[in-house]
């Protein structure tokens, strides 16, 4: 009997630090985040200004239930969500088989270098003016700018990678006689996955940064209408709420390419 109970206690050794290993991942990041609460309610008291100027957690926390509760802050989240979606989705659909084109053809890369290294560098919201003027007020001129700061990133990225292909499986495709779209579709498109994956992640970070600042301009919806609409109701609790759900979200979209990435079937051309 004591021996068994002596295997019982060995065995709870042994799995005590297996269960802490595979909640380490998620315990650490939350001990983070409650760290930076905790800070920012010392903060908040030690600053000695009013709620209505730096709100703490508690009050943040209140304005967050109301914004629940009467469906503003859903609202808003998917006017956001539908803007980067549609322009996100734009940018991958025109700049990743531009990229491909202009990889593989080096004429074409080299006609048009110079002119995507000449726009790159503009930052979409300096061309809030011009869209507002071309597509008016609305979801068209932030879906617009959601796409501008999307697709060169894209298009660099799928052009640098293709770029970077092995020869060889060029020659064996020649060896097997494909067709210009197979070796598209059966050789450059796997090969370079691996490399447009994570630009894909940077891509629609940018593109989530750049629908806060469009909202705040160019429409009456969004988070960051939200935000602009409560610094002047000098509501500043709806503000970090607003700023809460940008980062939550903003969390949820890097998630989902992340998993994307571990994807077993995307890693060959790693190899």
């Known amino acids: 009997m004591a021996c068994r109970n002596a295997e019982l206690v060995s065995l709870k050794i042994c799995q ?4 802490y290993t595979r909640l380490r ?10 760290a930076v609460v905790a800070v920012w309610g010392i903060a908040r008291r030690l600053s000695g200004w009013s709620p209505t100027v730096f709100p703490g957690p508690l009050d943040a926390a209140v304005g967050m239930w109301e914004l629940i509760r009467d469906g503003s802050l859903l609202k808003h989240s998917v006017a956001s969500l539908f803007r980067v979606t549609a322009g996100y989705y734009l940018a991958v659909a025109i700049g990743t088989p531009l990229g491909i084109v202009l990889g ?3 004429t074409g890369q080299l006609l048009t270098n110079g002119l995507i290294q000449f726009l790159r560098p503009i930052s979409p919201l300096a061309w809030i003016p011009l869209a507002m003027l071309w597509f008016g007020i609305g979801d068209k001129p932030a879906i617009f700018l ?3 700061s999307s697709f060169f990133p894209l298009l660099v990225s799928t052009i640098y990678s293709v770029n970077h292909i ?5 020659q064996v495709a020649a060896n097997f006689n494909f067709t210009p779209f197979e070796t598209i579709t059966r050789v450059i498109f796997p090969a370079i996955l691996p490399d447009i994956l994570p630009a894909l992640r ?3 970070g940018i593109a989530w940064l ?3 600042a469009a909202e705040m301009i160019a429409v009456k919806s969004g988070l960051g209408y ?14 970090m709420d607003a700023m809460i759900a940008i980062g939550v979200i903003g969390i949820c979209l890097d998630r989902v390419i992340v998993q994307l990435n571990r994807i077993k079937s995307v890693a060959w051309g790693r190899t």
Do not use: G
């Open 16 to 19: 005590a630090p297996m269960n």
């Open 25 to 34: 991942p998620y315990l650490l990041p939350v001990l983070s985040f409650a």
């Open 104 to 106: 593989w053809w080096k």
């Open 146 to 148: 959601i796409f501008l």
């Open 166 to 170: 092995r020869t060889v499986y060029f």
């Open 202 to 204: 940077i891509s629609l």
């Open 210 to 212: 750049v629908v806060v």
């Open 226 to 239: 939200l935000i602009l609409d409560s610094r002047n109701a000098l509501r500043m609790d709806y503000v």
